[in-house]
T-cell receptor, first 116, second 113 residues
Framework: GAVVSQHPSRVICKSGTSVKIECRSLDFQATTMFWYRQFPKQSLMLMATSNEGSKATYEQGVEKDKFLINHASLTLSTLTVTSAHPEDSSFYIC????????????FGPGTRLLVL | EDQVTQSPEALRLQEGESSSLNCSYTVSGLRGLFWYRQDPGKGPEFLFTLYSAGEEKEKERLKATLTKKESFLHITAPKPEDSATYLCAVQRWSGGGADGLTFGKGTHLIIQP
């Protein structure tokens, strides 16, 4: 149980373009989803928290107009990196909690973004 | 501000050589302390949640313990497949819904055959 998927697993894009990353809970209803970013040899840093049907809450220093988050259903959240730049290159990981998995966040496999 | 410090940064052990990983934390009202395992290029895999000082949890060769200031992940007679980065994270109590986790940088564990 508690399976979370992400798509795509890897994406390369040109500077200035937008990229959308999907996060899905496959076997439970995720009332809350989280988005993290991890730079090489660094810890995971929380970017934002989203509750189904509500606006996302962003951590200090994270630009909400650049990182658009939509949590339209209990099984899907999307992160769109708008006008991506090379400094946005990172490993983006989502996590989810909900249903019978209220107390623990279960993570997806991550998406490697490279902006050229 | 919540802080999580893990030590050592890296640890190399021989197969069968037991050891412990440390996680020191500072948080204003601990809701839970979490241990995850992360393999290269993958998302973290959940191992344990600890809620109060004195609590212990075990899973196969791993045992996690918690005090008011730190947590230990004890690994007994490790095997090469236990090689991974082990992450510690804390979650604080908040007035609203669930908070995100504050992670440490992890301990990179290598078990040599």
């Amino acid at each position: 149980g508690a399976v979370v998927s992400q798509h795509p697993s890897r994406v390369i894009c040109k500077s200035g373009t937008s990229v959308k990353i999907e996060c899905r809970s496959l076997d439970f209803q995720a009332t809350t989803m989280f988005w993290y970013r991890q730079f090489p040899k660094q810890s995971l840093m929380l970017m934002a928290t989203s509750n189904e049907g509500s606006k996302a809450t962003y951590e200090q220093g994270v630009e909400k107009d650049k990182f658009l988050i939509n949590h339209a259903s209990l099984t899907l959240s999307t992160l769109t990196v708008t006008s991506a730049h090379p400094e946005d290159s990172s490993f983006y990981i989502c996590s989810a909690r909900g249903g019978q998995y209220q107390e623990t966040q279960y993570f997806g496999p991550g998406t490697r973004l490279l902006v050229l | 501000e919540d802080q999580v410090t893990q030590s050592p940064e890296a640890l190399r052990l021989q197969e069968g050589e037991s050891s412990s990983l440390n996680c020191s934390y500072t948080v204003s009202g601990l809701r839970g302390l979490f241990w995850y395992r992360q393999d290269p290029g993958k998302g973290p895999e959940f191992l344990f949640t600890l809620y109060s000082a004195g609590e212990e949890k075990e899973k196969e060769r791993l045992k996690a313990t918690l005090t008011k200031k730190e947590s230990f992940l004890h690994i007994t007679a490790p095997k090469p497949e236990d090689s991974a980065t082990y992450l510690c994270a804390v979650q604080r109590w908040s007035g609203g819904g669930a908070d995100g986790l504050t992670f440490g940088k992890g301990t990179h564990l290598i078990i040599q055959p």
